[in-house]
């Protein structure tokens, strides 16, 4: 496991200070001991960092990036 | 969700992009991240941009920067059975100065491989009878892990070895040392704990772009296409292309662990030299908990870096992999000679794995 590589992973549950979280189809054990735990909710995405959610995924943030670059697509093809 | 940052279309569109802001202006642009490298060279992404904009791999892996004398040192307690060692599985075979953990468990040392510094005072809390020591190292990243192992209290018979790093020093020592870089991609899992912010006395001081990126291809090409069109109209800011996960101010409580449990020291990178202020020492208050003082191993400065390996240029980014003339040859992820063949997130052992897709 190389040192500074962080994951993507589901909340599956949240129990208090751990929560049950999925990366790629595999569950596992995190601690939320590092991030701000008031309005995190089961199905938003976390970084997983050896065993610790080191941030919050903000999935609005990675859409809008998305979007902006399709609509350069977009807006290419329709020339 | 995240799969569109690798629509090929997507890509392939922003990369032509910096082709065409770039024009013939030749460019120089350096991360400090093994994640980085990673993605760069699985993608293919060197290959998509234009010729004339170079990106190259700075000091980011931090097992590969990580002092001989600290391996070796770490290494002994293991080998004369003073303590347990726990650490990452990248570590095991790094070799030292003299010997390689993986040595000192060959000879009958206990080394055990955790996947995070939990689960090694879970250990120790299970064997009170034995002393344990967890070779900490890693950049900002990896620091918050272990200071809250200490703040929350961990058994009397466990200590950290910390050789943990700091990368915004690293940043500055390079840009101050002449290697002609335009900018840099700013590593995106340390960015979540320290900050935008963090890079912003270092982008106004040296006059160059940072910019703060994700690890998806096209989290890396919007990057580049960043920095090159901050360099044309002139700016050299702090941007954020990695808005969903990094804020300006950090990760506040990861921070505030650090600065509990460590304070900056000098400290010497392997293939580098010392970087002022750059390291992480355990602050006398959890002196009970700091290997270096309980154990009385210290081990800084020698690097013993292997005969002939190039990996202090591979690291400062003067050199490619290919350059050594050891690699593929002497030098392979199977028999590795310099610590940038060994880990997963070191240059040369990345270039060696995907050179075949080259
Ligand atoms: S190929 Fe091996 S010896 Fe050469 S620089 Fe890389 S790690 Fe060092």
Redesign the pocket.
């Known amino acids: 496991m190389p040192v500074c590589l962080a994951v993507p992973g589901k909340i599956i549950r949240i129990d208090g200070e751990m929560a049950e979280v999925e990366i790629g189809g595999i569950r596992r054990e995190a601690s939320l001991s590092l991030i701000q735990r008031e309005g995190l909710k089961e199905g938003e995405y976390v970084l997983i960092h050896t065993g610790f959610a080191i941030a919050k995924i903000d999935e609005g943030e990675a859409r809008s990036i998305l979007e902006t670059w399709r609509e350069i697509l977009a807006a290419e093809r329709a020339d | 969700m995240f799969v569109g940052f690798r629509d090929r279309d997507l890509v392939r569109r922003a990369a032509s992009e910096v082709a065409k802001r770039a024009g013939s202006r030749g460019f120089r642009i350096m991360h400090v991240c093994g994640t980085h490298e990673w993605s760069i060279t699985h993608f293919g992404l060197r290959e998509m941009l234009p010729a004339n904009v170079k990106v190259v791999a700075g000091p980011g892996c931090p097992v590969?920067v990580t002092p001989g004398a600290e391996i070796d040192a770490v290494a002994e307690l293991a080998a004369r059975r003073k303590a347990v060692v726990t650490t990452f599985g990248d570590v095991l075979r790094v070799p030292g100065a003299r010997s390689s953990l993986a040595e000192a468990k060959a000879a009958g040392g206990d080394v055990r491989v955790v996947y995070s510094v939990s689960d090694a005072v879970q250990m120790a809390r299970a064997e009170p009878e034995k002393e344990f020591v967890h070779f900490s190292i890693g950049f900002e990243t990896t620091a918050p892990m272990s200071a809250v192992e200490l703040i929350k209290g961990p058994p009397k018979n466990f200590s950290i070895y910390s050789s943990h790093k700091l990368i915004p020093p690293a940043m500055e020592f390079l840009l101050g040392s002449g290697a002609g870089i335009d900018g840099f991609i700013c590593p995106g899992h340390v960015s979540t704990i320290i900050g935008a912010r963090a890079y912003e006395p270092i982008a106004s001081k040296y006059g160059k772009p940072m910019v703060i990126s994700g690890f998806e291809p096209l989290d890396v090409i919007s990057g580049i296409l960043n920095i090159v069109t901050q360099v044309v109209s002139g700016r050299a800011a702090v941007d954020n292309e990695y808005t969903r996960a990094v804020r300006a101010e950090g990760n506040e409580i990861a921070m505030g662990a650090i600065s509990k449990v460590f304070e900056p020291c000098d400290s010497f990178w392997r293939g580098i030299g010392t970087i002022r202020g750059s390291g992480m020492r355990v602050r006398g208050t959890y002196r009970e908990h700091d290997a270096r003082a309980r154990h009385g191993v210290e081990g800084g400065g020698d690097e013993g870096?292997?005969e002939?390996?190039?990996?202090?240029?591979?690291l400062l980014g003067r050199?490619e992999?290919e350059?050594?003339?050891?690699?593929?040859k002497?030098?392979?992820p199977a028999r590795?000679?310099?610590?940038?063949?060994?880990s997963s997130e070191?240059?040369?052992?990345i270039?060696?794995k995907y050179r075949k897709v080259r």
């Open positions: 590969c870096m292997p002939g390996c190039g990996c202090g240029d591979v050199m992999p350059g050594c003339p050891l690699f593929g002497a030098c392979t590795p000679v310099g610590p940038c063949m060994v070191g240059t040369c052992a270039a060696f």
